[in-house]
């Protein structure tokens, strides 16, 4: 059974922690993202992947960090420089750049 | 910058009727577009794509419609099920790995 899994669904930490966001994909798609989606928003780009120790900081990578260590695994930390961290996080994967992307089910991140 | 945007937030329709949601985008170096339905508190989901070198593709119940004068999208939903209440998105994509998302339509569907 092909897909994204992204864990946990939802988190809870308090301002100034860092906190890592877990993405895994067994599609063998060669690209990965991190999308931040706010309520009643669309989805933002916070980083991408496009191979393996490779990765690009999108839109609104500020207080964000990454790793691609592995093909299917690309791990998101919000750090307690992001201002506001409480969002929806979206991981999603690609074959390549020009290919659809596929979502994973979301970690609802809550810090206060 | 050059974003996908949507004419309608939110589409009320009656169970059985048909739908139809807009998305105006401005890049015209975009050749690929995706519809993605959201229900709520899950990831978007992949419903149908299209190339710029077609005007129409269909699927099972959908179809999306190109209009390239008019940087025009939609994505028609036929016989409208409860099933099909969700936000819905259209994303384009100019550049690679650059996948720019619309602010999205709510759907809502009448019994």
């Known amino acids: 059974d092909g897909g994204i899994t992204q864990s946990p669904k939802y988190l809870f930490r308090k301002e100034g922690q860092n906190v890592t966001l877990s993405c895994e994909q067994n599609?063998?798609?060669?690209?990965m993202y991190w999308y931040r989606q706010d309520p009643g928003q669309g989805l933002r780009l916070i980083y991408y992947?496009?191979?393996?120790?490779?990765?690009q900081k999108g839109d609104i990578a500020e207080g964000y960090s990454v790793s691609r260590e592995k093909k299917e695994s690309f791990p998101l930390t919000v750090t307690s420089a992001q201002k506001n961290p409480t969002a929806f996080y979206l991981c999603a994967s690609s074959r390549d750049g020009w290919s659809e992307q596929y979502f994973g089910p979301g970690t609802r991140l809550t810090v206060t | 910058g050059e974003s996908v945007g949507l004419h309608l937030p939110t589409l009320s329709v009656q169970e059985g009727d048909n739908s139809i949601i807009n998305c105006a985008y401005s890049?015209?170096?975009?050749?690929?577009f995706i519809w993605y339905k959201q229900e709520s508190g899950k990831g978007p989901q992949f419903i149908i794509d299209?190339?710029?070198?077609?005007d129409k593709r269909q699927g099972q119940r959908v179809t999306v419609l190109l209009n390239k004068t008019v940087k025009h999208l939609s994505l028609q939903i036929a016989a409208t099920q409860p099933g099909d209440s969700a936000v819905y998105f259209c994303?384009?994509?100019?550049?690679?790995?650059?996948?720019?998302f619309g602010s999205g339509t709510r759907l809502l569907v009448r019994p």
């Open positions: 994303a384009e994509i100019p550049s690679s790995y650059k996948l720019i």
């Open positions: 890049n015209s170096a975009s050749d690929y």
């Open positions: 599609l063998n798609h060669d690209a």
């Open positions: 299209i190339r710029s070198n077609m």
């Open positions: 992947s496009q191979i393996v120790n490779d990765f």
